[in-house]
């Protein structure tokens, strides 16, 4: 994974893996995709260069994908509590977890 | 190895063994009179005093949360680590380090101004909230504290939270005790004030509650009563009453107001007894409710409603019956000025018929009062138009007699609309008849007509006597007459102004003056421009049975 | 539904029979719990205990300055920071660094996402400890730890059964189940039993061992079922959450027992996912130990 610094990064590439600041702080998660957002936030933290995710290759099998995007967040929900959503508590921390999703409240 | 080693090794694990126990017996005894202690300040000091002993400290800060939530403010402080600091203010946590044990609800022992001193944070976790922060002032560097002694610190101030925490409650619940108090007090102010009587008493009839009234009117002497079978408190006719009454409700859940005369000091009251169930939040009964309302003062307001009633069904009756007699009077006057008469004959037939009009007239005006007092003034509303009725009253003749110049100004915007024409013209007559009489010195007279607000605005102006604003108030009222010298040479019923009125808000308007003594007055009529007959007058043209 | 059995000990040592050369923890560990068991041990002695090592020392130094502790003013010295976060807090930063260091030493077979992985056991700590929290309890960083390591079995089998963990990691993937079923079909053991026995191996305290050992059977952890519960759930919260992965897609079955002991209501799972998600994002501090 090559290591670029952060005036190559540009929106639309991927991270391979997260980028913490100075004080440990998680700024992106692993495999996010960069938006203009996000490197506002890198460059104000004076984060020097980011691991970007080259071939734009998958996340290895089995991991969920690191979604930024809320459709695939909640659909990977979804399947994840498909065989349990008989038990009302599941239900309720189903219901609970795409809530925030919806509300764009992110980890 | 030295063979010394094992033996020491025992030495130092029995002496470490010691010391923890002395030191857990020590933070047991001092927790026992922490938790003994009932006021904040003997906690606070029973802990100090265990710090002191433990670090050699007794300076403690007791920090708890402004009345808004927000931020921790100094609540007390204890033992003076001052004097150590001689001139030096003493320390106070910064503000974030307050939040931070807020927030993490962890104690911990931070720096002070050097590395010899240091500050135990403890918080006070209320019902999952930070309510307070405890801090102990630890005059040496924490760390060579022993493990044990900063766990015993920590164990002690945390027991001295809890109990800090439980003072306040009870502080808190004295508060609720007096605010109880005040409240039931000021309950009793209120039962007292009510001019009504009021008894609560519970299924058995023991009074729950009785204010002053109640007591008075039932002839109780004292209010020292609550807890008492009522029954016996009572004697006679009242005592019956009140019995028939209780049980009534019990039975039926309520009971017809009635009437109880009750005897106080030799005098009869009439009381009116009503009464309802007491029940609970859970809307089962627990007892009865009595109020007494005092009727001396309603009778005496009936008997006065009854006479005026007398007084108007008499004034009605007479002047109907007088009307009959009248209009015969004046048929036979007609007929016999028919007939050949000497001119003196004649002159004294006129003045018979003159003055049979002023009776007749009296009469109608007494017949309209009547009506209008009692209500059944019916109007007669048809479309008509405001300005021909003032230019037809301004043409009678009667108007013209004297030496007065009678103007008009009519706006021409204002529109047909319902009114009783004769009711109407009455008014204007009686108002221009009016300013021409008060106005003995002759003048201008105008009436003007105009739209003001979707309202129709009649206003008679004149340049005479004026009324004085004594009189004004009472100047609608039947029979009223302004005193004085001139007054009393001009004619008139009384009456004339009272049925202006009348017929005015029986169109839903209004009659007003504005009139200086000396200069003149001018009366405004303003009724509401009515196209349509009001709702409630509508009636079915058919009856669905015709 | 696989109901998560004990394997028998025999089944088990013949797994972990095969194990060889497992990473030890640092010496470092048993000296701080020797001092810590005699009372009238002061912070210095065990501040010195730590600087000995300056790479552990500046690791310490990283976590109580980081915003997982928030505390407002900068900690210099590890003295300070164990009279500010306490004696015990320390000691569990010193093991779960220690941790990281020693499993980061061992090879990953392929398939299996290791940051995913770390991730997923980071936010399992931080969702335990918000419970623990809630719950009452003082000693939050033991839950921390119990959460961290909850999957460490999952590792061990990884680097040193790989080729029976590339069949499990294969069935997760064709069978789409979850990581305990696979192991339990492949193996006749799981992670979590696996993970146990690494931390008494360790020699770790009972409580720690069983909540590992037992996260996935809070029932069957006998007098710790709490603390076995708390991990059991802060599991799920930080899957809920999608924090990582601990390698499959699918949520385990919730234990009913661990559920009726933490005695808390559906109800407050917004505010605990709220808290788990802040306190996961401060806590990926401890990421950097795992590269």
Redesign the interface.
Known sequence: MPLYPIDKVAPGMRTA??V?DA????LV??GAEITAEILERLRSRKIPAVDILVGGGQ??????L??TDPDA?LA??A??????NG????K???E??S??IRAG?R? | MDASAPHEETKAEADALRHAYEVSRFVQDRSREIRGARASADIVRSFAEAARQLVGSGGTQFYVRDAGGGQMVLHKTTGDTTIRRLGASPWRPPKETLDWVAKERRTTTVPGENDREWHTLVPLVVAGDVSGILVLDVPQAAGELAQQTIEALTFLAEEAAAALIAAEERARLDDEVGRIDRERSFLANILDSITNGILAVDLDGRILQINRNAAAMLDIPSLDVIGQDFEPLLTGDVRMELRAIFDETLQAGFAMERLVTTHLGGAEFPIAVGSSLLRDDALQAFGCILVFRDMTASREMDRLRKLDQMKSDFVANVSHELRTPLTSIKAYCEALAGMPRTPKEMEFLQVIEEEGDRLIELIEDLLDVSRIQSGTLRLNLELGNPGELVAEVLAMPRLHAGKHRITSNLSPDVPEMLFDWNRLKEVVLNLVSNAVKYSPEGGDISVSLSVAERNLRIAVEDHGIGIDPADQASLFQQFFRVDGSLAAKVSGTGLGLAIAKGISEAHGGTVSLKSEPGKGSVFTVIMPIRKEPPKEEVKPERSPFG | ?TIPSSPGPDRLRRVVDRIQGLPTLPAMLSSINRLMVNPRTSAKEIAQLISSDPAITSKVL??V????YGFPNRISTVTHAIVILGFNTIRSIVLSTSIFDALRKSQPAH???R??FW?HSI?TGACSRVLARKLGYTALEEFFIAGLLHDVGKIALDSYLPEDFAKV?AK??DSDCTMLVAEEAVLGVNHADVGGWLLQKWSLSQGLVDAVARHHSPALAGENLKPAAIVHVGD??A?????G?G????????SEEA?SALGIG??S??AL??EG?DE???A??F??FAR
Do not use: C
Request: no cysteine; charged share 20%; hydrophobic share 45%.
């Open positions: 893996t997260p913490v004080g440990g702080m998680l998660r692993e996340p290895p099998s089995g991991t969920p690191s979604v967040a990977a929900l399947h994840a509590f498909e065989s349990v038990n009302p508590v599941m309720a921390l189903y609970a977890a809530e925030r409240r980890p | 539904m990283r976590v300055n980081s915003s997982f398939g299996f996402d940051a995913a991730r936010g990691v997760v993937k799920m919260l899957r809920a959450l999608q924090i992965s390698g499959d897609r699918r949520m385990p079955v919730l559920w559906a109800d799972f917004p996912l709220a998600s996961a994002e401060r990926m501090v990421l950097e």
